[in-house]
């Protein structure tokens, strides 16, 4: 692959956006007072996004990804992160295995 100069601007161009981006927001936040109503629901982004990431691949692979994605799910409700994700990998294993 071959780097010309425009597309090297291009990309220090959008790093710098991207950057500036972050830096300001975490400086403009300062100034700011957040109400409760505001602050939870910028706290609901990030569980949302990831949602819209996962929900595609769940529902639209097969049933032992489906039912894997419900079991992680519902793990996740009583079990810190990582023992939710082992029974969600146990299950897709275990469901691959019986032939779903």
Do not use: H, K, Q
């Not at 629901?41 to 049933?63: E, H, K, N």
């Amino acid at each position: 692959m071959t780097l010309d100069l425009n597309t090297l601007l291009a990309i220090l161009a959008m790093a710098a956006a991207t950057i500036l981006t972050r830096v300001s927001g975490i400086f403009l936040v300062r100034y700011l007072s957040i109400s409760d109503e505001t602050r939870e629901a910028l706290d609901a982004i990030p569980p949302a996004v990831l949602m819209a990431v996962i929900a595609p691949t769940a529902l639209a692979t097969g049933w032992a990804e489906t039912l894997a994605c419900a079991a992680t799910a519902l793990a996740a409700m009583r079990l810190p992160l990582l023992p939710a994700v082992a029974i969600g990998v146990a299950t897709v294993v275990a469901l691959r295995a019986a032939g779903l």
